[in-house]
């Protein structure tokens, strides 16, 4: 089979598209033949050799955690799953031909595999922070960095809860932010009054990285009250970095219901084959992303 797969850390020009043997099952895991996968900030950050304790990378590596396709093998004591149903995930190594998974959910309805590929890690990334960040209903939550996937769904998932949300992103994504129901405005200079304008903040997220966390402080007025999946120095100012996995079983079953009662939608911006690795990490890492992008085999 086809995968992608690294043998050194670096650039995107490490990754190689390879041939190797289909990966096998254990007990608790699934195999798909994989439709489409997921391209996540957190794979070119385990490509480059980031500390990632939640991801140890151990050399030649695959890419890749979400995953959407058909269950072609199970796994010893696995059960309500059976061989040709769709389904959508994350295991490891998804960028390729057959991956194995280690948490599923059927496909809702209506889904396409290239659209299911791009919500396993954004939705329990984004139900993960939430909790975490100690937002309720009633309150304002900001979301920096807010158009992209775990964006989109902090919007939708927010609003859901009786979560008033204001996100900043750049100039041609207002609207965009606006249609998840969300006060949105620019970042750049001046971004911290602008968003002062638009009322007062209970809670922050950084989803960015774009080293606004003592600004994020500064508007709810405690460190506590900020999270950060993208900036590995917020700690340093007292501040969060959520960087490991809740329950994926748990997000996947809460995502298919919000897809199901039309709560949660992220589109897909771009869709690239495994031999554009490469370029879909060098997009990913230049950002300004609206929704998702995915592999498509």
Do not use: C
């Not at 959407?68 to 295991?91: K, L, M, Q, S, W």
């Not at 009633?138 to 920096?144: A, D, F, I, K, M």
């Not at 927010?158 to 249609?179: K, M, P």
């Amino acid at each position: 089979m086809k995968k992608v797969s690294f043998a050194e850390f670096g650039g995107p020009d490490v990754l190689r598209l390879i041939d190797t043997e289909k990966p096998r099952t254990g007990p608790g895991r699934i195999r798909i033949a994989v439709r489409a996968a997921g391209v996540n900030p957190v794979d070119w950050r385990v490509r480059e050799g980031q500390v990632l304790g939640a991801h140890p990378t151990r050399l030649p590596s695959g890419v890749g955690l979400d995953a959407a396709g058909v269950v072609d093998e199970i796994g010893e004591g696995v059960e309500g799953v059976e061989i040709g149903d769709r389904v959508f995930g994350e295991g490891s190594s998804t960028y390729a031909e057959f991956a194995v998974l280690s948490a599923w959910a059927r496909m809702p309805e209506g889904l396409t595999f290239e659209e299911a590929a791009g919500y396993p890690s954004v939705v329990e990334t984004a139900l993960r922070v939430i909790r975490e960040v100690g937002v309720r209903p009633g309150q304002t939550l900001l979301v920096s960095g807010a158009s992209g996937g775990v964006g989109s769904a902090v919007l939708q998932i927010a609003r859901d809860r009786g979560i008033a949300v204001i996100g900043t992103a750049g100039a041609a994504n207002q609207d965009y932010l606006r249609s998840l129901g969300a006060a949105a405005t620019t970042y750049g200079e001046g971004w911290v009054d602008r968003v002062r304008r638009l009322g007062p903040v209970d809670a922050a997220l950084d989803l960015a990285g774009s080293g606004v966390v003592p600004e994020l402080v500064g508007l709810t007025g405690d460190p506590r009250k900020v999270i950060s999946i993208a900036d590995l120095a917020a700690p340093e100012h007292g501040v969060r970095f959520s960087g490991v996995a809740g329950s994926v079983p748990d997000a996947l079953a809460e995502a298919a219901d919000l897809i199901a009662r039309g709560r949660l939608h992220i589109p897909v911006e771009k869709s690239y084959t495994l031999a554009e690795a490469a370029a879909a990490h060098a997009d990913s890492q230049a950002g300004h992303a609206r929704g998702r992008r995915v592999m498509v085999l």
